[in-house]
């Protein structure tokens, strides 16, 4: 079974109120005003000095079980929100499983559902591992594969989404094997809604009027493989720290009690990307907020070129 064995979040020291934002090519002084007064966004983490390879790097060696057992990780999958996250032709994953002695893994990214992405490449490391067990190669090695996610603020596309969210540096690592005892995969589900590939910006009604239905059908689904009822949820994690009114209004429409979504991050990190679920599960482990046994969620909308709605259960 899929499980998260590690993970290690790192978020650089440099918190800047989102005012810094307002500009030429940022949002207007009115919409920080509504980012922060009605969404809940505060601040935004930043590390000028430090490239993208940087910024993973600095999450990767924050796992202490990686160290040791490089030569059992298989997989290094990179999912990120953007299609391009560098000028052509620099490759930062490349560059840092070379620093992490990772050169043998084989290294890829995951970006076709954006922000759902980070889901969508635990789900693809279980599923390579699992082939791996059944073609029988080598059993007892216990093969691990490395999820990597974070972006750099380096376009303005990457800033900030127009009466939505702005975006933060940071980034997590995560250990992904098929023995772990804790954080375990119960159920996972997605949904891509390719129409909203040029609805998104043509009819944005229309997406508000479906994404909360779109996003409890996927709730719903991923409950019914784990065989978990909503009542037994210890916490959801949002997938995305987009803003706070999304995730109340989303509560409401699922009647699940919002105290029981994990928010605080959202005011002083905005949405890190596809490292969000990770940054979540990290508080909630360090405030005792899950015990042995609990079960949780994770939730998250991926915008972009199409719409993709995923959600995914574990066993702490």
Known sequence: MTALEAISVYQPPVRVPIET?????????????????????????????????????RAAQGLPTLRGREDQVRYVLHARM?????????????????????????????????????????????????????????????????????????????????????????????????????????????????????????????FEREYRPSLAEVIRRALDEAGVGLDEVRLMLPGANVNVVTWRRMCHYLEFPVNRVLLDNVATTGHVFCADAFANLQTARQRGLLRPGDRYLVAVVGGGGAASFAAMVFEH
């Open 21 to 57: 934002l307002a500009g030429p090519s940022g949002p207007t002084e009115m919409q920080v005003k509504l980012f922060r007064r009605f969404h809940g966004l505060h601040e935004i983490s930043l590390d000028p000095d430090v490239p993208l390879e940087g910024l993973l790097l």
């Open 82 to 206: 953007l299609p391009v996250v560098v000028p052509y032709p620099v490759n930062p994953l490349h560059e840092v499983c070379r620093q992490l002695g990772l050169g043998h893994a084989l290294a890829f990214a995951v970006t076709q559902q954006s922000c759902a992405s980070g889901l969508l490449a635990i789900d693809l490391a279980g599923r390579l591992l699992a082939a791996d067990a059944a073609d029988g190669q080598d059993p007892a090695a216990a093969p691990l594969a490395l999820v990597l996610t974070g972006e750099k603020t380096f376009t303005r596309e990457a800033r900030w989404f127009p009466g939505t969210t702005v975006y933060s540096e940071g980034s997590a690592a995560c250990l992904v094997s098929l023995a772990g005892a804790r954080d375990r995969v119960l159920g996972y589900a997605c949904n891509m809604r390719g129409e909203f590939d040029t609805d998104l910006e043509a009819d944005p009604a229309r």
